[in-house]
């Protein structure tokens, strides 16, 4: 099946910087990718839709200053994480579906955040 | 907003039982279902999945149950065994995204 790469695995940081996170898509394009949050023991909240060559579409109460997605190719989405605290402290995964406009999706294998 | 209620939030069961999970959503003209496996600390993985024009979907131990005029959908693992162990959650296609369930834990004794 199609593979989804994301990079860090995890992260730790200090409060106030930032951080990026990449996604790639690595044997398909992916024109729409879309970012996960989740807390322990809890489920996967969408964030937003990341579009490739335009701006992402962000769900209702995501800041979208604070988490900043760039799509600049069609295998490649990021997700900055600014001026991070500890309450941003969470594991965020993307996914990509398996062909455009396809409802399956594939997962990345997350990032661990921690704000110190 | 739209939402999916999922049930149990934990389920333990004795290696061979069956275990059955079980979902509600709540937008009519949704019509893609898939069950997603995920190990702890790792990233889901899409075990079965139905569309709408279709009442039952079954792969090997697993089965998912659609009943559209009720709206839920019902995953079913036949003679379970201790690697099943892992959190189970549904999801509803709603526009070109996925809402989730909250999640099943499930736990298969040996």
């Known amino acids: 099946g199609a593979v989804v790469s994301q990079h860090p695995s995890w992260v730790i940081c200090k409060s106030g910087t930032s951080v990026k996170i990449e996604c790639r898509s690595l044997?398909?394009?992916?024109?729409?990718m879309f970012w996960y949050r989740q807390f322990p023991k809890q489920s996967l909240m969408l964030m937003a839709t990341?579009?490739?060559?335009?701006?992402?579409?962000?769900e209702q109460g995501v800041e979208k200053d604070k988490f900043l997605i760039n799509h600049a190719s069609l295998t490649l989405s990021t997700l900055t994480v600014t001026s991070a605290h500890p309450e941003d402290s969470s594991f965020y995964i993307c996914?990509?579906?398996?062909?455009?406009?396809?409802?399956?999706?594939?997962f990345g294998s997350g990032t661990q955040l921690s704000v110190l | 907003g739209e939402n999916v209620e999922q049930h149990p939030s934990t389920l333990s069961v004795q290696e061979g039982d069956s275990a059955v999970i079980k979902c509600t959503y709540s937008?009519?003209?949704?019509?893609?279902f898939p069950w997603y496996k995920q190990e702890l600390g790792k990233r889901p993985q899409l075990i079965i999945d139905?569309?709408?024009?279709?009442g039952e979907k079954k792969d090997q131990r697993i089965a998912v149950t659609l009943n559209k005029t009720a709206k839920h959908f019902s995953l079913h693992i036949t003679e379970t065994q201790p690697e099943d162990s892992a959190v189970y959650f549904c999801?509803?296609?709603?526009?070109?995204?996925?809402?989730f369930g909250a999640g099943t834990i499930l736990r298969v004794k040996s």
């Open positions: 044997d398909f394009q992916a024109t729409t």
């Open positions: 999801a509803w296609g709603y526009g070109n995204k996925l809402v």
């Open positions: 937008d009519s003209a949704s019509n893609y």
């Open positions: 139905i569309r709408s024009n279709v």
């Open positions: 990341s579009n490739e060559g335009s701006k992402a579409t962000y």
């Open positions: 996914s990509a579906p398996s062909a455009q406009g396809s409802e399956k999706l594939f």
